[in-house]
């Protein structure tokens, strides 16, 4: 019994995988149509338009195929059949590709996968339809005398004796290989899914081209979190410590020491506000400029002015750093902000220079020279540290510009050269 109900009743996976069958024959009936009319002068000379004949049913399900590959060769044909496979095929999602096939390689693909579909589906939908039908007859023949004698029966040889003892175990075979054909159909176009709905070549590089896109998006606004954030928690804990230090005996500085703590943080909180704003409104968007909006170098009196430093900032020759190109503006800012916080780290109390220069290298570079006093002793490397260099020479690199940093003459001397025209790569 229970082979028997296995038989006649597939489990869950091969339910879903007949009903993509069924979907298939249902898809491929526009086709059938137009193929009737194009067949019916030669099958059916007496002017009907659907030949009763098996052999007509072929010639127009025959014409239906090409048009249906046809048509499948259209990009957005891939997303609809993987929306469809993907939800009833029972074959793991990641394995179907994503997105309308833009290649001819991809398009054959799809079209294939299309006519097979529709060409086992509507073979398969003929069958569920044409069959339980039959095998519920075999099976009453036994029990209704009148059915037996009928004209339909005589038609189908349904008035054979051996049918009296043999009709229901008949029918029941004919469901039990209704099943077994839908069940190997279905496995069929499973198997084939991967293959020919998969990813090409070519749609595994531009995903790999989006992922690398997705990443340096992620990466520019951690860079941006640890700048603006690194630099904050530096000021205010230099401002904390140099407060505590003279609490009682210099009130006036202490209140100067508060109010940089609380400008620091009010403008950190509006930095950290454009960059999630960023986040909120999508990748896309982020992806769209060298960097996140924010403050440039017509913040950087306010920048200097917060970090508790001695900072001596110049710029040099009359340089109109107001008319610099935003993202040159704001990439400057970072670099300038983050010298800024490596000095007061690792050279806490030292007087820092800022200057701030036009210059023709060729073409018109902004270039920034920032030094300080190198420590007595080094500095203890911290766990997780070490970006801030590396970043600015991300910065300055996605501008297409250089950066340079490391001891001379005494001095820690960080330089960077900003192209102007980098502001529109």
Not at 126 to 146: D, I, N, Q
Not at 304 to 327: H, Q
Not at 374 to 381: F, H
Not at 388 to 417: H, K
């Amino acid at each position: 019994m229970t082979v028997l109900r296995g038989a006649l009743w597939p489990d869950r996976r091969a339910r879903l995988r007949w009903l993509h069958l069924v979907l298939g024959g249902a898809l491929l009936m526009p086709y059938w149509l137009v193929g009737t009319l194009v067949v019916a002068p030669f099958t059916n000379p007496s002017g009907g338009l659907f030949g009763t004949s098996v052999a007509a049913q072929f010639a127009a399900y025959a014409v239906a195929l090409p048009l249906a590959a046809v048509t499948a060769l259209f990009p957005l044909a891939r997303p609809l059949s993987v929306a469809a496979a993907r939800s009833l095929c029972g074959v793991a999602p990641e394995l179907y590709a994503d997105g309308p096939a833009r290649s001819w390689a991809a398009r054959r693909r799809t079209a294939g996968w299309f006519t097979l579909h529709v060409g086992v589906g509507g073979l398969v939908s003929g069958a569920s339809l044409a069959l339980p039908p039959f095998a519920v007859t075999l099976m009453v023949l036994p029990f209704s005398a009148s059915l037996r004698a009928s004209e339909a029966a005589s038609s189908w040889s349904l008035d054979q004796a051996w049918l009296v003892w043999g009709g229901p175990p008949a029918g029941l075979l004919s469901l039990a290989a209704l099943v077994a054909a839908a069940a190997g159909a279905g496995a069929l176009l499973a198997g084939q899914a991967p293959r020919l709905l998969g990813p090409t070549p070519a749609d595994r590089l531009a995903a790999a081209e989006r992922r690398a896109a997705e990443l340096a998006v992620r990466n520019r606004l951690a860079r941006e979190l640890h700048d603006s954030v690194g630099h904050a928690l530096s000021a205010v804990t230099l401002q904390a410590g140099a407060a505590r230090r003279v609490l009682d005996t210099d009130p006036a500085f202490v209140r100067e020491a508060l109010a940089a703590i609380e400008e620091t943080t009010r403008r950190t909180v509006g930095e950290l506000d454009s960059v999630l704003g960023v986040l909120r409104q999508g990748e896309d968007d982020a992806a769209d400029a060298p960097g996140v909006s924010g403050p440039g170098l017509e913040a950087l009196e306010g920048l200097v002015s917060a970090t508790g430093l001695e900072v001596a900032l110049g710029v040099e020759g009359g340089a109109d750093v107001a008319g610099v190109p935003g993202p040159v503006s704001r990439e400057a800012y970072r670099i300038v902000q983050e010298g800024l916080t490596n000095a007061a780290r690792h050279a806490a109390g030292a007087a820092v220079s800022v200057r701030i220069a036009l210059k023709e290298y060729g073409q018109e570079e902004l270039e920034i020279v920032m030094e300080n006093p190198l420590p007595a002793t080094p500095a203890v490397a911290r766990p997780g540290g070490g970006h801030g260099l590396r970043g600015i020479a991300e910065r300055a690199r996605l501008l297409g510009g250089t950066s340079a940093a490391g001891p001379v003459d005494g001095v820690w001397r960080l330089t960077a050269r900003l192209p102007l025209a980098g502001g529109a790569r």
